[in-house]
Antibody, heavy 128, light 106 residues
């Protein structure tokens, strides 16, 4: 079955760096764009970044542009989120999610599709 | 593109019909999805393309709208529906979310 598993979250000091991973299984990984979405404690969802299936395009939220880098390794079915110069306000659960949908026994992925499968999230806490 | 959900919170009873609205700051055609999130859990896709029900989601959930104004309706609330609901626009990057609507038991 489709599975996305995030890892790499931890407690880190402000200004440090961290790399999160999102390991995928159960679907043809290199056909899907993958997003990162975060949620600060007690707050709503904030879209963070996306990387297209072939990594030709990457987009970021204004709040993280220049500090976050999204990448993927299609041979390892994994997406990464490199976070530099961590700030207290980066404290959140970070989710990865697949862009696509399934209907009538077939699955699809193209621009403007929803986030149909999510991982369980990994917690990043930035604190001195 | 900013999304404004209303109300921010809502108290209702089992069996009630509830409607949540999501307004976009500019037109997004039908590129809108709705998600449900229970405490401590990842979001779950309910509706995409404004009105298409995700597989496995009960038919008491429905979505409508296009352009800038959208609604999520639950026709008859069940105990498991008490959760927080988010809309998301998938028209233009960054793919923004609404601030959420917390649905509580009255």
């Amino acid at each position: 079955q489709v599975q996305l598993v995030e890892s790499g979250g931890s407690v880190v000091q402000p200004g440090r760096s961290l790399r999160l991973s999102c390991a995928a299984s159960g679907f043809t990984f290199n056909r899907y764009a993958i997003h990162w979405v975060r949620q600060a404690p007690g707050k709503g969802l904030e879209w963070v970044a996306v990387i297209w299936d072939d990594a030709t395009n990457k987009y970021y939220a204004d709040s993280v542009k220049g500090r976050f880098t999204i990448s993927r390794d299609n041979s390892e079915n994994t997406v990464y989120l490199e976070i530099n110069s961590l700030r207290v306000e980066d404290t959140a659960v970070y989710y990865c999610a697949r862009e696509g949908y399934c209907s009538g026994g077939a699955c699809y992925s193209s621009e403007h599709d929803p986030l149909d499968r999510w991982g369980q999230g990994t917690l990043v806490t930035v604190s001195s | 593109i900013q999304l404004t959900q209303s109300p921010s919170s809502l108290s209702a009873s089992v069996g009630d019909r509830v409607t949540i609205t999501c307004r976009a700051s500019q037109g997004i055609t039908s590129h809108l999805a709705w998600y449900q999130q229970r405490p401590g859990r990842a979001p779950k896709l309910l509706i995409y393309a404004a009105s298409t029900l995700q597989g496995g989601v009960p038919s008491r959930f429905s979505g409508s709208g296009s352009g800038t104004d959208f609604t999520l309706t639950i026709s008859s609330l069940q105990p498991e529906d008490f959760a927080t609901y988010f809309c998301q626009q998938l028209s233009t990057y960054p793919y923004t979310f609404g601030q959420g609507t917390m649905l509580e038991i009255k």
